[in-house]
């Protein structure tokens, strides 16, 4: 079979694969489409398919058809965090500051404590950390992974449980955007090389100096024209970063983040998110998934999932109920909260990708905090979906005995 032909059986099986488990396996509550895209890509990895069947998986995703799908997923990835970029209201979070300031912290700062104290854990065996990384490096990063927000699949879920448009979930989405600046922070942070600190001040100089003559164009250019002058400020960005040595996607990030969702329409854009999720984005999860491993074997790997999972949505929960005591929340909002926070998915895996590049994680932790991520994003609608109800219900008994 030629290079092509064996291309397009492994995209066949990319798209095939998923589709056929979440639309049969009716997966949807437990399970939306995405996330069953993931776990396909830890399936078809190394980890599973790669042991079962060795030679036909090395036949399908061969070095050649690997270097292909890895240019399309780098592609999808850098609109996907541009997207979340765009999404960021940072006008509405300075509208309700103390509370968001109070509430981002506590539900960043918590979980960030306890990832790090799993990560202090695990850094007293041997084989978890990546060969280039310092202590901190990998303490910050691990911890970092165990506090973040998946924004666009918080506004997937949230959208899922009919509350999106609601004060509830406009609220919580000004949470998770205050934490998806600082998380983008604290990694250009931990990737700072201070043999390439130059470049780096150089970029972000660079950036700081090209926003606001950028935006004043954006402004005043016909809509249809900044649909083509985006994508090219946003590979002039992710290059940039990249060149510098923060990381293509950082780039991305922060040229989503200078760009308003009204200069192209809501709509456009959550169409634009829908098609990136449908068509790119499935690539992404199999170029991670085929970064897993298991070398340590699967129950150490299983036990540092279940170590860093722990962190990560106790440390959520304990923060969002020290917000609401703080803020005098009602009863079951600090639960519903830090529950909808705890959502991983897909920003935690770019996040634990770009460690795994930069050689602060290795592989075996990569596959622990693509399992945490996978879990995380699984437990959150059939746990939050009852307490939402039950929540709403009282909230109609109450308005009915007023």
């Known amino acids: 079979m030629s290079t092509t032909e064996i291309f397009l059986l492994a995209m066949l099986l990319i798209f095939a694969a998923p589709y056929l488990v979440w639309r049969f396996g009716r997966t949807d509550y437990v399970a939306p489409l995405a996330i069953v895209q993931i776990i396909m890509g830890i399936v078809l990895g190394p980890g599973v398919m790669g042991a079962v069947f060795p030679e036909y998986h090395h036949f399908v995703f061969n ?16 609109l996907f965090v541009m997207l979340a970029g765009v999404e960021l209201d940072l006008k509405k979070v300075w509208t309700f500051r103390r509370e968001s300031a109070v509430t981002a912290g506590l539900s960043l700062g918590v979980p960030l404590v306890f990832g790090c104290g799993a990560a202090l854990l695990l850094m007293h065996y041997q084989g978890w950390m990546g060969p280039k990384a310092a202590a901190w490096q990998f303490m910050l990063g691990t911890g970092m992974a165990c506090a973040v927000t998946a924004l666009p699949i918080l ?3 949230l959208e899922k449980l009919d509350i999106l448009r609601q004060p509830m979930g406009q609220r919580i989405l000004r949470y998770a955007s205050l934490d998806d600046v600082a ?7 931990i990737l700072l090389d201070w043999e ?10 660079a950036f700081g100096l090209l ?7 954006m402004a005043r250019l016909p809509r249809e024209d900044r649909w083509y002058v985006a994508p090219i400020w946003l590979i002039a960005c992710a290059f940039g970063a990249d060149w510098a040595g923060l990381h293509f996607m950082v780039g991305a990030f922060l040229a989503g983040v200078v760009m308003d969702a009204k200069w192209f329409g809501q709509e456009q854009l959550d169409a634009l998110f829908r098609h990136v999720l449908l068509v790119l984005m499935p690539v992404f999860f199999l170029s991670t998934g085929l970064r897993t491993k298991w070398d340590l074997g699967g129950y150490q790997v299983f036990f540092a999932a279940g170590l860093l999972l722990s962190a ?24 519903i909260i830090g529950w909808l926070l705890q959502t991983k998915a897909l920003i935690e895996i770019i996040f634990a990708n770009i460690l795994l590049d930069k050689q602060i994680i290795n592989s075996e932790t990569f596959t622990a905090l693509l399992l945490m991520a996978v879990g995380s994003t699984m437990l959150t609608i059939p746990v939050v979906h009852p307490k939402l109800s039950r929540a709403q219900h009282r909230g109609l008994i109450e308005q009915a005995s007023s």
Do not use: C, M, Y
């Open 63 to 78: 070095p050649d058809v690997v270097k292909t799908l890895n240019g399309i997923a780098q592609w999808g990835v850098i």
């Open 183 to 189: 998380i983008w922070g604290v990694l250009a942070l």
């Open 312 to 335: 990560s949505v106790g440390g959520k929960l304990a923060g969002a109920h020290i917000a609401g005591r703080l803020l005098k929340w009602k009863s079951g909002e600090a639960s």
């Open 211 to 217: 926003t606001l003559p950028f935006r004043r164009l």
């Open 196 to 205: 390439r600190v130059g470049r780096q001040l150089g970029f972000l100089l």
């Open 155 to 157: 506004v997937l879920l």
